[in-house]
């Protein structure tokens, strides 16, 4: 089975303790998000996980196998951490027949990739004069070459248009459909909803969470039920009589916590009240995010202070 495990993993940079102690194993199938706030330690931990530095101690493998004892890796592992990393002067289909040709792949795969990340109409032009994004899929394109098992990528969907965005949620739900192990980190918690099953979360080295999507949100953030009205008094009532407790948010909706539309509609409807709107209140991965993050995050703003 081709997971990617990590145990007991620290790296220090100085009196600097990038990771710290952590463990998780990703599995294949699925695709797991890393997340984590700036300076948490996930390029740290890819860095380690692809042997581009050596942890201080414990391990990073990937079926097994350290990186750097993979027999011709790229068919095993792909992965993207740099978009800029392909040489400017070549053309973005030389940079790939560069890569196919030293780790006997191929070639065919070449013209394939071009084409899978929409690239194939650029591919004679020279790297310097590509978009961020069109570097991001030829990074993509790179990072899928060997016909991996394992893939990681470091914020795939950076410098990607809106339909780039849309193209990459369905390669990575593809790629994990495939049985393929897929590790993405990400900061854009919107689009990670759509793709991730799963999720690791570090904070200041440490692992915060390991976990499903869902039960993550679940854990931490309580859904409700979303209600307009054309009476707030009669709406205020009505819930109060059964124990509910109705919240105003400022732009004049009302949020009713720990329950659900059944339970609330009948009520509501039974006694009149006048309703514009009811809506179940389902948490998002962002408040949940935030929720365990807040205390975590190395470069969280401050609140403006009034002089
Ligand atoms: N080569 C290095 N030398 C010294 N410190 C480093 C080095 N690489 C990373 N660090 C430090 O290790 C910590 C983790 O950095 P890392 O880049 O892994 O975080 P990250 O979670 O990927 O952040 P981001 O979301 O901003 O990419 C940070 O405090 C960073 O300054």
Redesign the pocket.
């Known amino acids: 089975m081709t997971s990617i495990d990590v145990h007991d993993l620290t ?1 220090e ?2 009196p ?1 303790r ?2 710290d102690r952590i463990t998780f194993r990703v599995l294949p199938g699925r695709v797991t998000a890393f997340l ?12 380690l996980l692809l042997g581009l ?1 050596r942890p201080t101690s414990g391990t990073a493998t990937l079926a097994g196998r350290s990186y750097t004892t993979l027999p011709d890796p790229l068919r095993h592992v792909g992965s993207l951490l740099d978009a800029q990393a392909a040489h400017g002067s070549r053309t973005g289909r030389d940079h790939l027949l560069a890569l196919a040709a030293s780790n006997r792949l191929p070639f065919r795969r070449v013209d394939r990739l071009l084409e899978e990340t929409g690239l194939a109409p650029a591919a004679r032009r020279r790297v310097k004069t590509y978009s961020l994004g069109m570097r991001q899929r030829l990074g993509i394109a790179a990072a899928l070459l060997g016909d991996p098992a394992v893939v990681l990528l ?2 795939p969907a950076n410098g990607l248009d809106p339909e780039g965005i849309v193209w990459i949620r369905g390669l990575l739900r593809r790629l994990a459909g495939e049985g393929r192990t897929v590790l993405v ?1 990400s ?1 854009l918690m919107n689009e990670t909803t759509s793709f991730a099953d799963h999720l690791v979360v ?1 904070g200041r ?1 440490r692992l915060l969470a390991d976990t499903p999507l869902r039960d993550f949100i679940d854990a931490r953030v309580h859904p409700g039920v979303r209600i307009r009205t054309t009476d707030p008094a009669a709406l205020k009532n009505e819930l109060a009589r059964h124990g509910h407790h109705a919240l105003q948010h400022p732009d004049g909706h009302w949020i009713v916590r720990h329950t659900r539309v059944d339970d609330i509609g009948p009520l509501v409807s039974a006694a009149g009240v006048p309703l514009l709107e009811l809506s179940a209140e389902e948490g998002t991965l962002e408040q949940a995010y935030l929720a365990l993050t807040a205390a975590d995050a ?1 470069f969280a703003a401050r609140p403006h202070q009034e002089a």
Do not use: I
């Open positions: 790296k940079y100085g600097r990038a990771v984590g706030p700036n300076g948490a330690g996930k390029s740290t931990t890819l860095r530095d470091d914020e980190s900061h570090l080295g190395e």
